[in-house]
């Protein structure tokens, strides 16, 4: 299908059919371009990434697992440079269009995969979700994506970020084709029900009014489903000083993966990019003590708590995508609201599914259900049935 | 030693001393006159009830693993009429003293286990609790008291009000006599370290504002030890209606029962009790059943949520004793005010323990931990960590 929303990097069409006769056969996807293809350079988003790594010399034994399940890898999609952005920018290979919102940004890192999925050019699309890069794409496009539990699916022959928060996530237009995917990438196990439900107080007073207001029938049709929603604070502060903890976590392990090539390449960076890196070397050995600190004592607070089979629920993204216009110091707004919810998934390593469940200010806005690390397949399942539901397009 | 309180049945003092050796050896106890100990009559707090039931045959397992672990019996204590109140009032017996507030009740239904204790007469003492009947007198006379997990001690021997409700429980004046007690009637395990703290919102506004604030020291001292408290809400209507559907649990399992002895002996009750088994009688049908599936899916819930070592955290009664001279609409709102609170471990089977954190208006006030189901032995261990970062005597 022609590449009417730019979603594919310069030169990344591809066709490589899978395996006939496999749980995916009939299916096709797309692939953000950090993860390697044999044979191919991978791009991670940036010229000078592409220009100073050979190409792959073997294919990410998630994208392999797909092929040999039967479905058709169609291209090599757009990263925000390095995945270290929100919004899905990306002036070296220009930014996807949402095709949902066409004023506005289609949300990243993996803002290729999700504007693919969203078009209907292909089934489904891997990204992948180290602050939200899955599920603020999700978000604004208003389709299903899934960052699945830290460490349940194979990230080998993929880029890093930030290894401790990196994982592999992917999009779906529907939330079958969300969790037949699940099927093949995902261990086995995690399939026990589901409950209760815990309404995070501050991501829904973090959202603005609009995207509350229209998100509040998605919730209570995941109460029709769990029963009634049990308010709970998940910060004994503030979720500002969640984001100002993950921000610091993120920038330190970010700097110790990329720092070495950024200082040696002194790459050309689009707006924002080059500004967080400059941040990220700036952290100190303290501080980021201290993040660290922070989420090793968060971390098993929210692990203890969903250890039972309790769901979080709460907006996605506490705004719809940002408009194209947008000035620097709006995004960066954004992007500190955003980061204070996502977090939430981010330090705990827990597994968090956006569904499409409404649209305020004439663009989407996910509702976000989130679960114990290993409960994948029974979120994707929850995802499923909440979908239905909604009467959203099954 | 001397019975200065009134906490014996008439003719209860015993002497029965404990195996020697055992882990309880140089302990001495009491147990609330509705264990059976053989060749005794066992009263149930009422003349009635003693004058148309045989003496025991045997004694209650319980209370045989107690003596067999070394614990030296001293006596029977007075117990509400069947064990249908929380005042701790027995017009037949006389009403025990309390010991940390003589101008007040005791609370009950253990209510002489509770004064034997509070007086030092005995180191531990048997209670038994459906809605409150250990952790009322134990926040009341300023002693620990835990209700175990619904199932986890054996109740043969001991006479039933509500069997899916009632669990056998105890009562000491430090936490590591609580302990030890427990290590001898509790099943092995449940020793997994326990968190988060949960704070239960609904609990606290519950309470009036002086047993609140007397207790805010008491919370600060258990998040020192489990990390920043987690704010939760558990009931999505109010606590009003979780009293409400317990006292119609409760009532109709204690009107199947009682009911037919009740009718048959026509008893002379005292105030109160008559009242609450005439109401048990008309209890009907279609809302006993829509009290038992709200419970099934109210306990549902918390055990999930508690089901990762979560502890909820709130106020065991509401408000101090109450004055021997309050009226009976008083002793009501009190009640019901209190049941609401209490109905949460006993609606969900949970375990709870009473540390006596505080006093307030010169009375003693406790502080409840509660964990899920089979967690008690690690319940215990937390009271003692609390019970020595609060410096209470050890």
Redesign the interface.
């Known amino acids: 299908m022609e590449d009417r929303v730019g979603a594919y990097v310069p030169g990344g069409t591809l066709d490589m059919p899978g395996s006939a006769g496999g749980p995916l056969d009939g299916l096709s996807f797309a692939a953000k371009d950090l993860y390697d293809i044999a044979g191919l350079p991978t791009s991670y988003g940036n010229p000078d990434w592409a220009r100073t790594h050979p190409p792959a010399a073997a294919t990410a034994p998630a994208i392999a697992a797909l092929l040999a399940a039967g479905a058709h890898l169609r291209g090599k999609t757009k990263t925000v440079e390095l995945a270290y952005g929100l919004t899905g920018e990306n002036v070296h290979h220009g930014t996807p269009l949402n095709p949902a919102a066409p004023e506005r940004f289609p949300g990243g890192s993996s803002c290729g995969s999700a504007a693919a999925v969203a078009a209907g050019m292909v089934d489904f699309a891997m990204g992948s979700d180290t602050g939200g890069s899955v599920r603020i794409p999700a978000s604004y496009c208003g389709i299903f994506g899934i960052r699945p539990s830290w460490g349940a699916v194979n990230l080998a022959g993929a880029c890093a970020l930030a290894p401790s928060f990196d994982t592999a996530g992917w999009f779906a237009a529907t939330a079958a084709v969300l969790r037949r995917v699940g099927e093949v990438l995902l261990p086995e196990g995690g399939e026990a029900p589901l409950?209760?439900l815990?309404k995070v107080?501050e991501a829904w007073v973090n959202a603005v009014p609009g995207t509350a207001t229209a998100l509040a029938p998605g919730l209570a049709a995941a109460e029709r489903l769990l029963?009634?929603?049990?308010?709970?604070?998940?910060v004994?502060e503030t979720v500002d000083l969640l984001y100002e903890r993950f921000r610091i976590a993120q920038a330190a392990e970010a700097w110790a993966t990329l720092g070495a090539w950024v200082e040696a390449t002194k790459p050309a960076f689009g707006p924002g990019v080059g500004e967080r890196f400059a941040a990220a070397r700036a952290v100190g050995p303290e501080a980021a003590e201290q993040a660290r600190r922070f989420r090793a004592?968060f971390a098993?607070?929210l692990?203890?708590?969903?250890?039972?089979?309790?769901v979080l629920a709460y907006p996605t993204s506490p705004v719809p995508a940002p408009r194209l216009d947008a000035d620097a110091a709006t995004q960066q707004a954004v992007r500190e609201r955003t980061l204070a919810v996502t977090a939430i998934a981010g330090m705990a390593g827990l597994c968090e599914v956006s569904i499409p469940a409404a649209r305020s200010e004439g663009a989407p806005v996910g509702l976000s259900l989130v679960a114990?690390p290993g409960r994948d397949r029974a979120l994707l399942a929850l995802a499923e049935r909440l979908a239905s539901e909604l009467r959203l397009a099954g």
């Open positions: 409950g209760p815990l107080q029963g009634p929603a049990l308010p709970v604070n998940l004994p004592g098993a607070r692990r203890a708590l969903l250890a039972g089979g309790a114990a």
